[in-house]
């Protein structure tokens, strides 16, 4: 990188800090894409006009509001919630809701500016949002859950529509809660829509929904070693977290011939290791999957990951790898997939599931798992068009933030100012 790009990556980062502080999650973020396109922008002038990075970065709202709500020994609680509309350049903001005790402004700006970019990869036309509560739905009961669910949505049904911005589920936000929100949503309404995903199939949900992140991770995986002339048969496999995406993840690992020797059902019945409230990256493997939360790999874990033989990573969760460790992986030209293109299945499925419903028709399981793998073999070509470097080498974090930036960037540069 020369030093005129270096030099306006940190001016720019600084205005960034400036603008938004004690935002950490989200800093990161804005760092990792702008580390990767600012070289692009410098060399296109076309993306240096209209205050467009300026723009980018900037969510085009925050809606912040109160979720009161009653348990059921009649108390009344009181949580905080919001929806950040980051980006609609290319679709309708679409992104999760997540309900955590850890969600807060920042993290979901963060959430909602890599959707921008992971939702341009999938080349279906969605914009990029996310939204939640720090409302905790473990050890509630079904009727607490559903109450709260309830008040959420009568606030947040005020912003929210099929052509206007489209949540789904997140952590703590599963099959129960999308149910009770998509519920109350039509009783507020009067209407059906496609305005939730990851609904039930009974009214309107889509097959692979449930199982789109981990199975999409993988498929990510098989086309970068297929890159490569390898593939995930015969491959050592390590896996973190315990939720849909580890499990998915480690369901399409076996399909695929791979053995994956960290996970706590998969090793409790047929053998491998698995260590209570650790991370696993110690673990001599293969292939990694990290499938739990954010910065779960530090400097450290990457290290130890690239000295034990590990060839790929493949992130099914957000951001779990802090810059350092990328770094690391970068350095060691391993086949590093990072997020915002190996866990985009997900949302790919939802844009998938909004489309079944403005057909009113669904698709079978077959079908979409194959427009699925697809979607992933597309979001690999687009990272090797962008990150394929001179020595034939495979960038992938370059490809996937410059191939998402060029969509958005030239979808906001057609529409003016605004």
Not at 29 to 50: C, G, K, T, W
Not at 164 to 190: C, H, S, W
Not at 313 to 336: D, L, Q, R
Request: hydrophobic share 35%.
């Amino acid at each position: 990188m020369s030093g005129n790009a270096r030099a306006e990556i940190d001016a720019f980062m600084n205005k960034v800090k400036g603008n938004h502080p004690g935002q950490p999650e989200f800093h990161q973020a804005v760092q990792e894409v702008i580390d990767s396109i600012m070289p692009f922008v410098l060399e296109n002038a076309r993306y240096q006009q209209d205050g467009l990075l300026d723009r980018i970065v900037e969510p085009d709202r925050c809606i912040l509001f109160r979720v009161a709500w009653t348990d059921d020994k009649g108390e009344t609680h009181v949580n905080r919630a919001y929806r950040v509309e980051f980006n609609n350049a290319i679709g309708a903001y679409k992104g999760g809701l997540r309900f955590h005790p850890s969600v807060n402004l920042g993290i979901l700006k963060f959430l909602g500016f890599e959707q921008v970019f992971k939702n341009s990869l999938t080349t279906l036309p969605m914009g990029g949002g996310k939204g939640g509560s720090d409302f905790d739905p473990k050890g509630k009961s079904d009727s607490e859950v559903m109450r709260f669910c309830q008040a959420f949505m009568t606030e947040l049904s005020k912003h929210i529509g099929p052509n206007t911005d489209v949540p789904a589920g997140d952590i703590g936000v599963g099959a129960r809660e999308v149910g009770y929100l998509f519920g109350q949503y039509k009783r507020i309404r009067n209407e059906f829509t496609g305005t939730m995903t990851g609904k039930g199939l009974s009214y309107g949900g889509s097959l692979i929904r449930t199982e789109a992140t981990g199975y999409g991770a993988v498929y990510f995986m098989e086309n970068m070693l297929n890159a490569r002339g390898d593939s995930v048969k015969g491959k050592n496999c390590t896996v973190s977290g315990s939720g849909n995406v580890s499990i998915y993840t480690t369901e399409k690992v076996l399909h695929l011939g791979g053995k994956v020797v960290t996970i706590k059902e998969y090793t409790e019945k047929w053998g491998g290791e698995y260590y209570e409230g650790k991370r696993p990256w110690h673990v001599k493997c293969d292939l990694a999957f990290p499938s739990a939360t954010q910065n779960e790999i530090d400097a450290e874990d990457a290290k130890a990951l690239v000295d034990n033989g590990c060839i790929g990573v493949s992130e099914g969760a957000n951001m779990p790898t802090v810059p350092e460790g990328v770094e690391i992986f970068m350095n060691a030209k391993i086949a590093y997939g990072l997020g915002k293109a190996a866990n985009a299945g997900g949302v790919a499925v939802s844009g998938l599931e909004q489309s079944q419903n403005a057909m009113r028709y669904s698709w079978s399981r077959e079908e979409v798992d194959n427009k699925l793998q697809q979607i992933m073999k597309d979001i690999h070509e687009k990272c090797a068009e962008y990150g394929t470097e001179k020595d034939g080498f495979i960038n992938y974090v370059n490809g996937a933030n410059v191939g998402g930036f060029v969509k958005v960037a030239d979808a906001m540069l057609a529409q003016g100012v605004y």
